[in-house]
């Protein structure tokens, strides 16, 4: 089965909100990243947390790491309606094989104004 | 400085035919990796290459598909007879050696 699996699936809050997704997965990692993909476009980028790191920051993400339960949560704080796409969290494991990443099913947001 | 720059965004093929996917990575990054998806899952991983090297070809199937990265020129994912579940949209990425991936917006192949 998949890496990395999210949770929820889809989640519907309203704008102002916090919103919270989490990720889990099988096997030890080098890294864990999260993702943004807006309808019909490619991903871009949102974090990268490294295994001995359990939370980061970048403006209202909040990305948390627990090596031990092998999950991670990513925090939207204070959403707006732009923040509506599909997130998903990649695992690296590292290795020869690059930059690899394994992704989960994903959970689409949507943020009503 | 351009993104990671995939064409055509979109690709309507008769089962039989062959696809190529063109990618031409950021400049400045020398790994590409490509990824397909299908409707409502997420990017499962087909290849990983160095200019002018397969690196890791592991999600690839076996039959029909291959892919290169030539010293010059983009990279290019060909799809030889196109089969209905083939259709998916594939993904191009690029990277500059231990930083973070680079996507580009896909090519939707439809199979009909």
């Known amino acids: 089965s998949q890496q990395g699996e999210e949770d929820p699936q889809a989640l519907s809050i309203q704008e102002g909100e916090n919103a919270t997704m989490n990720c889990s997965y099988k096997t030890s990692i080098n890294n864990l990243q999260w993702y943004r993909q807006n309808s019909g476009r490619g991903l871009v980028h949102l974090i990268l947390i490294r295994s001995n790191e359990r939370e980061k920051h970048s403006g209202r993400l909040r990305v948390t790491l627990d090596t031990s339960k092998k999950s991670s949560s990513l925090l939207i704080t204070a959403s707006r309606a732009a923040d509506t796409a599909s997130y998903f969290c990649?695992?690296?494991?590292?290795?020869?094989?690059?930059?690899?990443?394994?992704f989960g099913e994903g959970t689409q947001l949507t943020v009503n104004p | 400085n351009a993104g990671v720059m995939q064409n055509p965004r979109h690709l309507v093929r008769r089962r039989g035919q062959e696809a190529r996917l063109r990618c031409s990575p950021m400049?400045?990054?020398?790994?590409v990796y490509w990824y397909r998806q299908l409707p409502e899952e997420g990017l499962k991983f087909m290849v990983y290459?160095?200019?002018?090297?397969?690196?890791?070809e592991s999600g690839m199937p076996k039959e029909r598909f291959s892919a290169e990265f030539p010293k010059e020129g983009p990279s290019i994912l060909r799809i030889q007879q196109v089969v209905r579940g083939d259709s998916a949209a594939y993904f191009c990425?690029?990277?500059?050696?231990?930083?973070?991936?680079?996507f580009g917006n896909g090519t939707r192949l439809t199979v009909t």
């Open positions: 990649a695992t690296d494991v590292g290795g020869t094989s690059g930059s690899r990443l394994t």
């Open positions: 990425a690029s990277q500059r050696y231990n930083s973070p991936l680079h």
């Open positions: 290459l160095q200019k002018e090297n397969i690196i890791d």
């Open positions: 400049k400045g990054h020398s790994h």
